[in-house]
C-alpha cells in the first residue's frame, strides 16, 4: 500500500519561508520522478516542481524560479520544496506526486498540505 505524509504547511507572512516535505512508503522510492503541484482557491492544479529519480533534473514553473527548491533524499524515501519569499499568489493546497520512471500510467498522490500567505 503506498502512504505519502506531507507536511510543512502552515499560515506565514509574505516574504517569510517554508518547507514542505512528502515521506512516501510503499514503492521503491528511488524508481519515482516526484513532482509538487499546488491548486490555489477556485483554480486548476498546477505543476509547481519537478526533480528525476537521481536529483540530476530539476524543473520550475516559472513564477517559482529563484525562490522555491526541491531536492530528494532517496535514503529517507522523502522529496522537499523549500519556499523562500512567499507571496500571497503562492496560497494554495500543495500536493506530493509520484511518477513511476520506468513506465508510463503508474502515480500516485499525496493528501496535501495547505499553504497559506497572508499579512
Known amino acids: 500500500q503506498v502512504q505519502f505524509v506531507e507536511s510543512g504547511g502552515d499560515l506565514v507572512q509574505p516574504g517569510e519561508s517554508l518547507r514542505l516535505s512528502c515521506v512516501v512508503s510503499?514503492?521503491?522510492?528511488?524508481?519515482?520522478?516526484m513532482k509538487w503541484y499546488r491548486q490555489p482557491p477556485g483554480k486548476e492544479r498546477e505543476l509547481v516542481a519537478f526533480?528525476?529519480?537521481?536529483?540530476?533534473?530539476?524543473n520550475y514553473r516559472d513564477s517559482v524560479k529563484g525562490r522555491f527548491t526541491i531536492s530528494r533524499d532517496n535514503a529517507w524515501n522523502t522529496v522537499h520544496l523549500q519556499m523562500n519569499n512567499l507571496q500571497p499568489d503562492d496560497t494554495a493546497m500543495y500536493y506530493c506526486?509520484?511518477?513511476?520512471?520506468?513506465?508510463?500510467?503508474?502515480?500516485?498522490w499525496g493528501q496535501g498540505t495547505q499553504v497559506t500567505v497572508s499579512s
Open positions: 506526486n509520484a511518477v513511476w520512471s520506468l513506465m508510463s500510467g503508474r502515480e500516485y
Open positions: 510503499g514503492v521503491r522510492f528511488n524508481e519515482y520522478n
Open positions: 526533480i528525476s529519480t537521481d536529483s540530476r533534473t530539476t
